[in-house]
């Protein structure tokens, strides 16, 4: 039957605007989503139809492969792109594809559609691909469109962060495509006889389904199933026919025209029948199933062994053919069992997807290839093992997995080349911290200086150096961490890996002995990185220059790392890292205020690393603390409970502190409060914590009946401890800490800073501390104002702290997206706020509000 397409006029014309503004050079992002068989795909062939005769369409398909193809769907383009993208896509150089792009689809006298189809099948490169693009592509001439589906994202699904990215562009539209109306499956069953109302009972208006049912004729005897219905359409084919469907239904795309040939021997005119009976789609160049659920309806029914047998017939025209696709070398192999091909091919595209930034395919490549129990040498099963780790770190896949793959990997090396052993046994030690483990990482690391000293390979002891000096910084134990880093650098300073590797280590160390060459330091170390193209070691630099800024309660400054660093390790996929800098955001978010944005950012670390997993209790369980929401107790109980294997001063002191907060705050903590975990912490912080770690478990000993001496410690809390109350509040204030600024005030003994205090909680929503301050008030007999006059205190037109600060921006002619930026919340967030502001503030522009809140006088905070 025909493809007629209904009840898709708006979002044919919202392409076809869309297409017009990229001709004027306004490209934009479309993102069209819905159901299998709602239509994606017909939507996208329509599109033809209604865009300018100057417009380039380009579809690019990504396949339900097992471990889908490295950049598949824009290689689909090699041939309809010029000849500097098509040689990058060809040698699959992820930084040549990023540069050939933007020249691709720079031609001011070509606007382009370019489609990727089904983006919740693509690979990691190919979703960096797409990052890189949504952020441009409001200038360019270019409408990047890109269909999905929209139910089968799993919350940690891969597509979720570049839907996250494409939600902050000021340039998207979303066409979310709805099921038919019983009208429109009315008229689509006019012409057939159907009992249109029965149709769309069964179909429930699915496109697809309907279409099915339609075409097979009497609606009253098809079942209900779209597997039985391609099932009956397939008992009107001939034998040939049929067999040549089946051959072509274990490849999951687009099947080309040699391949075609090459699987279907009677030829290509033996699909005709099939073609009538709306099956397929045929082209000169290609034939397609019509829908993907018909394909994989044929493929579910064949029996095992003809399935096995229709794969080894596709496996070997790939491999007779020159320019092999390895992603569907291993598939098919897979699928036909042929284990000795997906050991010789597993491991090169497992390199391949690496190389290309796709670890996730690369950790699927590897694991089937190990899972064939290949008979190897030592050594090459060795590689095979440690390349399983380290990317399975990259991912952040679970660190006892990661560990036990590291370990064999050491095994397997152990009696062989010392230098492989060395260099196994400094990658076993890092991975091993990264589990919670640090005990064993700190005798790897030692194990692995000795073995490499005895080899007189530099370059390797310089980076088994780096990583002592690493542990050495990471416990606190700053002299031992310099000496290291200095030999390292000393040794691996030709050897850009190396060289930021040990930097970082040394701007670490000399956090506590020389802030502005601790910063200096560190930012070298991220030069080095980025010049080098080093993804690690620059997402490192990243955490470590946002931790110092936190540490020197620079939010600003940290706010723009956190937006340069995400950025690079969404693009990058270094999901490990991702989800660190996840938490470091969360922590600002927390000390600004933001405490919805904080929980949703430290969330998507829960199932991280244990060290990151603490950190992340920690901010949610704080969080929760100071809104009053029930399970803050438990969670800084498990955040505890997970640092202390870890042994280290940054993580036992955020969740000791925040229990001795919550005994104040609540009585769940138990009568002897958080005394316990604190003086722990602290004795482990006095010799080996932060600044702002010793400071604040000081002062919450002090307040447990317990006071230490603080060292000369300037922190707030310091200040806090030391009963200065309004130096450490006007410390939190100008660092914009929200929430300590009012508990800073609790402790004046002047009932107006009380009530400022209590302006500030009720902002805030923190109703544990403001209802111990309202409690205080009333002890002192003081009477509580309600409402507005209360918040008035604050700020004279009752703006947010957040609200406030983003009129200020305003006011410095900053756009929304810009603030956005700057803040590190989502541009949808930031209208909220500033159409709250505008009411607040009584005017009707953005001019306007500026003025009056300069007339309040509120643009100098």
């Not at 869309?18 to 004027?24: F, G, I, P, T, Y």
């Not at 001795?660 to 002897?672: I, S, Y």
């Not at 301050?773 to 007999?781: A, D, M, S, T």
């Amino acid at each position: 039957m025909g493809r007629t397409i209904l009840e898709r006029d708006d979002e044919l014309a919202a392409l076809a605007e869309a297409s017009r503004d990229a001709a004027q050079g306004a490209g934009c992002v479309l993102l069209v989503c819905g159901e299998a068989g709602i239509g994606k795909s017909s939507l996208v062939e329509a599109v033809r139809g209604v865009l300018p005769a100057e417009t380039r369409l380009l579809v690019g398909y990504c396949d339900d492969l097992a471990t889908p193809r490295v950049l598949g769907p824009l290689r689909d383009l090699i041939g309809a792109v010029g000849p500097a993208l098509t040689a990058a896509l060809r040698r699959g150089d992820r930084g040549e594809v990023l540069e050939a792009l933007r020249e691709e689809f720079g031609w001011a006298n070509q606007p382009t559609v370019l489609v990727v189809e089904d983006v919740h099948w693509a690979d990691e490169a190919t979703l960096d691909v797409l990052r890189y693009l949504v952020r441009r592509a409001a200038r360019l001439p270019l409408v990047l469109v890109l269909t999905y589906r929209d139910d089968e994202l799993r919350p940690d699904h891969p597509l979720r962060h570049l839907l996250g990215l494409a939600s902050r562009s000021s340039r998207i539209r979303r066409l979310r495509l709805a099921r038919l109306t019983v009208s429109a499956v009315r008229r689509l069953s006019a012409a057939t006889g159907a009992d249109a109302d029965e149709v769309f009972a069964v179909t429930a208006g699915n496109p697809y389904f309907v279409a099915e049912i339609l075409a097979a004729g009497d609606v009253t005897a098809v079942p209900t199933t779209i597997a039985d219905a391609v099932q009956a359409k397939l008992a009107q084919l001939d034998p040939a026919t049929t067999d040549a469907l089946e051959h072509l239904a274990v490849v999951p795309s687009t099947v080309r025209r040699w391949l075609v040939e090459a699987l279907v021997g009677a030829g290509p005119a033996v699909l005709a029948p099939a073609e009538e009976h709306g099956l397929l789609t045929v082209t000169p160049e290609q034939v397609s199933f019509r829908h993907e659920l018909t394909r994989r309806a044929i493929a579910d029914s064949m029996p095992a062994t003809r399935r096995m047998a229709a794969n080894r017939r596709v496996l070997a025209a790939i491999l007779a053919r020159p320019g092999i696709d390895v992603s569907r070398v291993v598939h098919h192999a897979a699928q036909a069992g042929d284990s000795d091909v997906v050991v010789v091919y597993g491991p090169v595209a497992a390199r391949e997807a690496a190389a290309a930034g796709a670890h996730r395919e690369a950790v699927a490549h590897l694991r089937l290839v190990l899972d064939q129990h290949p008979v190897l040498d030592r050594a090459a099963e060795a590689d095979l093992w440690e390349s399983l780790a380290v990317e399975s770190y990259t991912i952040n896949a679970p660190a006892g997995e990661v560990q036990a793959a590291q370990r064999r990997a050491v095994d397997l090396r152990h009696g062989g080349d010392p230098r492989a052993y060395g260099a196994s046994l400094r990658w076993f030690s890092r991975i091993s911290w990264w589990a919670g483990d640090p005990e064993t990482g700190n005798a790897a690391a030692d194990e692995a200086i000795a073995v490499l000293t005895t080899t007189g390979d530099d370059d390797l002891l310089a980076m088994a150096l780096s990583n002592k000096s690493q542990l050495h910084a990471l416990a606190g134990r700053d002299a031992e961490a310099i000496v290291a880093a200095e030999r390292a650098i000393a040794l691996g300073k030709d050897n850009p890996a190396t060289l930021s590797h040990a930097l970082n280590n040394r701007g670490m160390a000399l956090r506590r002995i020389d802030e502005a060459a601790s910063l200096s330091t560190l930012e070298q170390s991220l030069r080095v990185a980025l010049a080098a193209d080093e993804t690690e070691h620059a997402c490192r630099a990243y955490v470590n220059l946002i931790l110092h800024d936190l540490e020197l309660l620079r939010l600003d400054t940290a706010g723009r790392r956190l937006a340069d660093g995400i950025e690079f390790a969404e693009r990058t996929e270094f999901l490990m890292y991702w989800r660190y800098l996840q938490v470091a955001l969360g922590s600002v978010h927390l000390a600004s205020g933001d405490w919805d944005e904080a929980e949703s950012a430290a969330a998507n670390a829960l199932d991280a690393s244990p060290p990151v997993r603490c950190a992340a209790l920690t901010v949610i369980g704080r969080t929760r603390l100071r809104r009053g929401e029930p399970g803050a107790v438990e969670t800084l109980r498990a955040a505890w409970l997970t640092a202390v294997p870890l042994g280290e001063a940054q993580w036992l002191g955020p969740p000791a502190a925040a229990l001795a907060e919550a005994a104040m705050l609540t009585a769940a903590v138990g009568e002897r409060g958080a005394t316990d975990e604190l003086a722990e912490a602290y004795e482990l912080a006095r010799g080996f914590g932060s600044a702002s770690v010793r400071a604040e478990l000081a002062y919450w000993l002090g307040r447990a009946g317990r006071p230490v001496d603080r060292h000369g410690l300037t922190h707030p809390y310091a200040l806090l401890a030391d009963g200065r109350w309004r130096d450490a509040a006007e410390a939190w204030r100008v660092a914009g800490y929200r929430y300590e600024y009012a508990f800073a005030l609790t402790e004046s003994p002047d009932t107006d800073d009380h009530l400022t205090a209590l302006a500030v909680l009720e902002t805030l929503r923190a109703e544990p501390l403001a209802r111990l301050v309202r409690e205080r008030l009333r002890e002192q007999g003081t009477r509580i104002p309600r409402g507005p006059t209360l918040t008035t205190r604050v700020n004279p037109a009752g703006l947010t702290g957040r609200q406030a600060e983003i009129v200020r921006l305003l006011a410095r002619g900053l756009t929304n997206a810009e603030i956005a930026g700057r803040l590190v919340v989502s541009v949808r967030t930031v209208d909220s706020h500033v159409a709250a502001a505008m009411t607040k503030l009584r005017s009707r522009t953005r001019k306007e509000a500026v003025a009056r809140a300069r007339d309040l006088g509120l643009l100098t905070g």
